[in-house]
């Protein structure tokens, strides 16, 4: 099937398009994608929405900030949606991940706004969405969903000597530890903070909600004291999967340093964290293939290269397209939705079986 993927992540830059052909088990081509960017109102919008969402209790009324957060969601992935089409040609299903605003997998709570119904409407194309419910309910972590897809781009490895770990590092970081041997099970979890504290802190010090090329951390120093102190988080010390909320991380620890060295201090969390991540895996991995915004930054590359002592390159030297993974990942779920297949496993999320999900969404009119 051709399928449109669709990814807004947690580091609210835009959203992502990318159209992928697959039975749902192998990748037969890779079409098309796009990033269009979000508008400062829909971004400020969502991240008011999360403040709301953090404070929610199950039974209480939706905040009005998610209600406005969902219809401007809405319509971003319906002008992306329509302007892409229009030269990327049809599909026949479209994977719709919607903005999470809210992750709380431990009191089974998942949040993502955004009207899957209205989409398929508007295009007259059936809409798969809703991704992580069925998972969270079943007692999974509901997230991270790409291993299946990191899997299934793995087998393009080929004579790969050992096991290659899948770093994806957006708001949030997680990553994926993909044996040599294919028998073995996929391990997957959020490591810690990805970008989020570093935009959030680079929109608050430079007013650009992103260290471009970082920059600015570049120009500062780690303060060590504070790092030894980030690595006493509880999060660190639980068993794999795991997953996390953007805000279950604050960037409260390094208030009152200078803008850059309160960047490159955010920047080393994360390269911490990934460094953490490692006692968790089932064997050392070899190889760390980086996707998200996190690779476009060469101080945090660099200081990765470091600290694990193993080659870290972007996904892109084994010809793999990073700015559009997570939205061929929506796509490639989407169609095993359709077909009934797993979008996780035990390894994955911590579900107690695989695990079907997703919600189909037909269109009820025709298309305009």
Wanted: charged content about 20%; some cysteine; glycine content about 12%.
């Amino acid at each position: 099937m051709k399928a449109l993927g669709l990814m807004s992540g947690t580091s609210l830059d835009g959203i992502d398009l990318a159209v992928i052909e697959t039975d749902g088990e192998t990748i037969q081509a890779l079409g098309p994608t796009a990033t269009v960017p979000h508008t400062p109102e829909t971004r400020a919008a969502c991240r008011a929405a999360s403040g709301e969402a953090l404070r929610w209790r199950k039974g209480s009324a939706i905040p009005a900030s998610v209600v406005e957060a969902g219809h401007l969601i809405t319509e971003a992935h319906r002008r992306a949606i329509a302007g892409f089409l229009a030269a990327a040609g049809p599909v026949e299903v479209i994977g719709f991940h919607g903005q999470t605003v809210m992750h709380r997998p431990a009191e089974g709570l998942t949040w993502q706004v955004g009207d899957g119904q209205r989409l398929a409407d508007l295009f007259g194309i059936d809409v798969v969405g809703q991704f992580r419910l069925a998972d969270v309910e079943a007692g999974g972590q509901g997230a991270p969903l790409a291993p299946l897809y990191h899997r299934a781009l793995a087998r393009s490895l080929d004579g790969q000597a050992g096991p290659v770990a899948v770093l994806n590092l957006g708001g949030v970081g997680n990553v994926t530890w993909i044996s040599d041997d294919p028998a073995e099970a996929p391990l997957a979890f959020d490591t810690g903070p990805g970008n989020a504290l570093i935009d959030d802190w680079a929109l608050h010090h430079i007013g650009v909600p992103v260290d471009r090329d970082g920059a600015l951390a570049r120009a500062g120093r780690v303060h060590g004291e504070l790092v030894d102190a980030f690595r006493a988080h509880p999060f660190f010390e639980l068993p794999a999967p795991k997953s996390l909320d953007r805000d279950d991380f604050t960037g409260q620890a390094v208030r009152g340093l200078s803008a850059a060295d309160g960047a490159a201090t955010l920047t080393a969390f994360t390269v911490e964290a990934v460094a953490a991540a490692r006692a968790q895996f089932p064997r050392p991995a070899t190889r760390v293939l980086v996707t998200g915004g996190g690779r476009l930054n060469p101080v945090m590359m660099e200081m990765l290269r470091i600290r694990l002592g193993i080659p870290v390159e972007p996904v892109e030297a084994v010809g793999w397209r990073g700015d559009s993974l997570e939205a061929e990942a929506f796509g490639f779920l989407a169609v095993r939705s359709l077909k009934g297949l797993p979008l996780s496993e035990p390894g994955t999320t911590g579900v107690p079986g695989p695990q079907v999900g997703g919600q189909l969404f037909r269109p009820r009119r025709m298309s305009r």
